[in-house]
C-alpha cells in the first residue's frame, strides 16, 4: 500500500502517518542506521544469487519456466528483470491488462501456469490474491509444483491497524492469506507452498529470500 503521508522511506506504508514529529526524525533514524549495515550482508548475499546461477552441480537454467503477477513495478519488476537472466519468465499485471479482481484474468494467469514450475503471488487487491493461490492450486494438486505467496508481517502485528480502517482490511486480507496457506499445506503435500512475509521492502534481500526457496526446489527436482 502506497505511502499518502510521504514519510514513509519505502514508499509504502508502514504505519508512520501518526508519528509526532519527534518521533518520527527517531524512527527514521533507526531506518537509516538498520538499512546502513544492511549493505555489506545485501552485497555477499548477491554474490550468492550469482554463484549459484553458474553453479555446475545442478542443471537448472532455461529448465525452470515462473509465472508471476505485478511485475511492472516496484519489486515485481526487480524480480522480473533478475529472473529473465537465467529463467523463462511470465509476467501479469494490471498496466498490461491483467487485473487479478476480474475472473478472466485470474483464468488466463492460472492457464498460463498449466506448463510452469513456479508461480510467485506477488500482488495484493483486496482478497484476490488468496483467490490466485486457492485457484492455482486447485491446478497443480498432487504435483511436484511450487507457489511462493508474498506476504506481510503486518498480518500478525497486534499494533498494525489500530485506528486505521484502510491499515486493518489490509491486515486482514493478508491474515487471510497466510490461513488459506496453512489450510492448504496441512490438507495436500503437494503442491508445495512457502511463504516470503515482507516487512520493509528491500530489493535486493528479497530476491535473495526468495531465490533461497526457489533453489532449494530446484534442488529437489533437476539434480542431474
Not at 57 to 78: A, C, P, R
Not at 114 to 126: C, G, I, R
Not at 127 to 146: A, I, P, R, T
Not at 152 to 179: C, H, I, W
Request: aromatic share 10%; with cysteine.
Amino acid at each position: 500500500m502506497a505511502c499518502a503521508c510521504k514519510r514513509s522511506p519505502t514508499g509504502r506504508c508502514i504505519g508512520w502517518h501518526n508519528l509526532s514529529e519527534e518521533d518520527y526524525q527517531i524512527k527514521l533514524a533507526e531506518w537509516h542506521k538498520k538499512n546502513k549495515t544492511k549493505e555489506e550482508k545485501e552485497k555477499s548475499q548477491l554474490k550468492e544469487v550469482l554463484d549459484y546461477a553458474m553453479n555446475d552441480d545442478i542443471d537448472i537454467l532455461s529448465k525452470l519456466k515462473i509465472v508471476m503477477t505485478g511485475h511492472t513495478k516496484g519489486l515485481g519488476q526487480f524480480l522480473y528483470n533478475e529472473w529473465q537472466k537465467i529463467y523463462d519468465v511470465s509476467g501479469f499485471s494490471r498496466s498490461t491488462g491483467y487485473d487479478i479482481r476480474s475472473p478472466a484474468s485470474r483464468k488466463e494467469i492460472v492457464g498460463e501456469c498449466a506448463d510452469a514450475d513456479v508461480f510467485v503471488n506477488l500482488v495484493h487487491n483486496y482478497y484476490h490474491q488468496s483467490d490466485l493461490l486457492l485457484e492455482v492450486h486447485k491446478l497443480w494438486q498432487g504435483q511436484s509444483k511450487l507457489i511462493i505467496n508474498v506476504g506481510s508481517k503486518a498480518a500478525n502485528d497486534p499494533e498494525f491497524g489500530k485506528e486505521n480502517y484502510q491499515l486493518l482490511e489490509y491486515k486482514t486480507q493478508k491474515k487471510n492469506l497466510l490461513v488459506l496457506q496453512d489450510n492448504l499445506t496441512k490438507s495436500f503435500e503437494l503442491p508445495q507452498v512457502r511463504l516470503h512475509e515482507i516487512e520493509e521492502i528491500n530489493f535486493q534481500a528479497d530476491l535473495h529470500t526468495l531465490n533461497t526457496i526457489i533453489k532449494t526446489y530446484e534442488r529437489q527436482i533437476f539434480k542431474k
